[in-house]
């Protein structure tokens, strides 16, 4: 997206309203933060009204619990279960259907038109995972062509975050807490007890057309300083942090750490992690036939290199312990993944360490075995 | 027919080998040629014997009722043939076939035995000379067990 | 219909013939469709192979690269979706995506002596380079195989390895694990057969396919004998779902095999291939 300059404005609670149904009018649909089974989640929201105003998430490793707040805040959480990628790289997604007559083969494409999302607060940490699964998808020369399609097709309204949770690092990561790119708008939710504004930055033509329809004032330097002080608040106040230097090197140069069987000790091996990470792109492809052989379809649907059969060549599976595929994702995370797409693979946003059923800490692991203070591999 | 020392010098097995030793273990040696398909040994018999191939092949076989015998190593041109004679039992653990002509140097073996006891550096020089091809034959078993091309 | 902009999605080719390699292996020969050209392949190079309704499988080109009438693969039946393409009878569609992947280094290797090192199956993926290095003949120095297989009755293509026997300047050896009275030839493992061919190992560039314990050996083999890991060029397996690099599954430490690979210098996969469930 090319950035339009274009000074940020302010805008009362109520036209953020006013901005949803903009974006409805224009036949989006408006995907945004709710609540639902005690769980803020991403999904289809008809208007502000289903925002999860007034609540906020509590956050620690194995742990996610959702708490009233004190205000009456829209956004005064952090990020749950859910991550942007189910929107835009599916769990399930049919790649075609062919039937077969004879010895001829013809496909039927889908033609369902393809889904106009906009993302209501996205945040920084999954600005920059979007952006690097947009590396995996759009390869020079093997581009994924719906996920191009989804990709283009989606209006993205970023937010700041006012507050960090006890499982973030994204200062760590570099990846946030400020929005700095990729939106076509981006939100500092601005709540005291006699204001509920928010400050908008304009990011793109296509946000500034919406902004034309939105009742808004020019911001003031008071409403910059009050944005930039929260961000900073929320820099100071992560749950977590990820000392990077170095990282990449270590890991790569520790498969035989003992750490890595401590670890397996405790995973699971449930895949959890990889669910809920917003850059994990792994799938695998079914095929499957009608009864009598006459269709076929092929379905892609996400996979983790957690499951065993994720690594089955014929024989058996290459990572058959918990040991080898805890260390598999974590040094592709951290470490292979710049080698592959030039980034980390990690953006910090602390999912994986609340989703996680035994509370294993993606930062602590790290730190134990990538951090200059590690012990010297095992000398026997 | 050429010295039988100069035999023994031209083979890959006495190479860095003295003279000196070279000599000592010639008085043990005899040359020998094989015809296609004639047993060198079989299992079970006395291992008094052990050969410097020289020129040809010999396969190391096993049988096992109804089905033909199975080579599992082929011994060649500068090759070691057989080591049961170094340790009591002396005695085969399986057969050994020449599949062409073969033409070798054999060692009587209480002969080469004695020597080496008599003179252990003598013994040692030759122990060096043996325990190479017996650990890569080792190798080679342990790979044929796994049935590497199988996977 | 057959001219998929989607990578996902295969295009159809008529069988048009299958060969008998051994007891489980066949070769599947495909022809163009009408008016169509084969794509062009480079020695060393995949095609995903669908069965319809069953699923895909990587497998190497074993053809011919100059020969644009057909397309061949050489399969051994070791899973559900290889039994399926199997048996695939003559006119039948096979599903194929591709071609895929790294290519043997044959332009780097002009002038210098090659060694191709192929153990069961891993044959296969050398074939394409073999035509080639026939072909050129002129291009390469000392050129040489070294074939292993379990058994005479598990080597692939019999006849041509008859032939190539007898091509002046082509060093060809095979050895077998074990064999009966019938088999004239080497029994042992392929390193054995080092020692009985003529090359520059200064000079010498080696490709080596076939099973990891194989290429484990075998580098360590032709280390000994004064050549850098610089030299080696080994051909990898792992599983594969998509081929472009998008799916995962075929991660080996930060390389995507099906892009990255499967062909990699033996230098860049060395440190891993020593670690276990990489």
């Known amino acids: ?380 | 027919m050429k010295d039988l020392t100069e035999l023994l010098r031209q083979h890959p097995f006495t190479a860095g080998l003295d003279d000196e030793i070279i000599n000592l273990i010639a008085g043990c040696a005899s040359n020998v040629v094989f015809q296609a398909n004639d047993y060198i040994f079989r299992e079970g018999g006395n291992a008094e014997h052990f050969h410097l191939i020289r020129h040809g092949t010999v396969a190391l076989e096993m049988k096992a009722p109804g089905r033909e015998a199975l080579s599992f190593l082929t011994i060649k041109d500068g090759d070691m043939l057989g080591s049961n004679w170094l340790v009591p039992p002396y005695r085969w653990s399986f057969d050994a076939r020449a599949v062409e002509l073969t033409r070798a140097v054999a060692f009587e073996a209480t002969c080469l035995r004695t020597k080496c006891d008599a003179d252990h550096h003598v013994g040692y020089e030759m122990m060096k000379r043996f325990v190479p091809p017996l650990l890569e034959r080792l190798q080679i078993a342990r790979f044929q067990g796994a049935d590497i091309y199988s996977a | 219909m057959n001219t998929p902009l989607d990578p996902m999605m295969p295009r159809f080719l008529p069988l048009q013939r299958r060969i008998r390699e051994t007891a489980d292996v066949l070769s599947l020969v495909a022809e163009p469709l009408e008016g169509e050209e084969m794509p062009t392949f480079l020695p060393g190079q995949f095609n995903m192979l669908y069965a319809f309704g069953v699923g895909e499988v990587p497998i190497s080109i074993s053809g011919d690269p100059q020969e644009r009438g057909h397309l061949v693969h050489t399969i051994r039946d070791v899973g559900a979706v290889s039994h399926a393409l199997l048996q695939l009878k003559r006119n039948e569609p096979l599903g194929i995506r591709g071609p895929f992947g790294k290519p043997w280094p044959l332009d780097q290797a002009r002038g210098a002596d090659i060694l191709l090192i192929a153990g069961g199956i891993g044959l296969a993926p050398l074939r394409p380079v073999i035509y080639h290095l026939l072909a050129q003949r002129e291009s390469y120095g000392r050129i040489a195989l070294l074939y292993g297989a379990r058994n005479p009755a598990d080597l692939l293509y019999h006849k041509e390895l008859e032939r190539w026997r007898r091509v002046p300047d082509f060093q060809v050896r095979v050895t077998v694990d074990h064999a009966g009275r019938e088999w004239l030839g080497d029994v042992g493992v392929v390193t054995r057969l080092l020692p009985k061919i003529r090359l520059d190992p200064a000079d010498t560039v080696v490709m080596l396919c076939g099973p990891e314990i194989m290429i484990r050996f075998s580098t360590l083999a032709l280390l000994d004998m004064g050549m850098s890991t610089k030299q080696l060029y080994v051909s990898m397996e792992r599983n594969m779902k998509c081929a472009i690099g998008s799916c995962g599954h075929c991660q080996f430490g930060p390389h995507f095999i099906c892009k990255d690979g499967p062909v990699f210098r033996y230098d860049r996969v060395e440190a891993l291939l020593k670690q276990d469930e990489i």
């Open chain 1, 1 to 380: 997206m090319e950035t339009v300059p274009k000074a940020p404005v302010v805008i009362a609670e109520k036209a953020l309203h006013t901005l949803v149904c903009e974006l409805q009018s224009a036949g989006y649909r408006v995907i945004g933060p709710t609540l639902r089974d005690q769980a803020i989640i991403y999904d289809e929201i008809d208007s502000v009204a289903d925002l999860p105003q007034g609540w906020t998430d509590e956050q620690q490793p194995g742990s996610y619990r959702v708490a009233k707040r004190p205000d009456m805040a829209l956004f005064g959480y952090t990020v749950g279960p859910h991550s942007w990628k189910k929107f835009l790289h599916p769990p399930r997604l049919r790649l075609w259907q062919a039937s077969r007559t004879g010895n001829e083969v013809s496909f039927s494409h889908d033609e369902t038109p393809s889904q106009k999302y906009a993302f209501l607060g996205v945040r920084s940490c999954e600005l920059h995972a979007i952006a690097i699964q947009d590396q995996v998808f759009l390869q020079a020369g093997h581009e994924d062509v719906g996920y191009r399609q989804r990709r283009d097709d989606s209006f993205i309204i970023a937010l700041n975050c006012s507050e960090a949770g006890g499982t973030c690092f994204c200062a760590s990561m570099k990846t946030g807490p400020q929005a700095t790119n990729s939106f076509d708008l981006a939100l500092t939710e601005l709540l005291s007890e006699d204001r509920h504004e928010f400050l908008v930055e304009i990011g793109s033509q296509a946000g500034a057309d919406l902004m034309h329809g939105i009742a808004s004032r020019e911001a003031s330097a008071g409403d910059l300083e009050t944005a930039e002080k929260l961000l900073a608040q929320t820099a100071a106040n992560m749950g977590r942090h990820l000392d990077t230097q170095g990282l990449k090197e270590r890991l790569q140069e520790n498969p035989e750490h003992r750490r890595w069987d401590e670890v397996a000790a405790r995973c699971l091996s449930c895949s959890n992690c990889t669910l809920v990470c917003p850059t994990c792109f792994c799938t695998s492809v079914e095929d499957t036939a009608d009864l009598a052989g006459d269709t076929a379809e092929r379905w892609r649907r996400w996979d983790s290199c957690f499951n065993g059969e994720f690594s089955y060549i014929h024989g058996g599976s290459v990572r058959s312990s918990t040991k080898s595929r805890y260390r598999q994702w974590l040094t592709h995370k951290l470490a292979h993944w710049v080698d592959q797409f030039g980034s980390s693979g990690c953006v910090g946003c602390g999912r994986c360490i609340s989703w996680c059923p035994t509370g294993i800490d993606i930062t602590e692991e790290a730190a134990a075995i990538g951090s200059a203070a590690s012990p010297p591999e095992d000398a026997s």
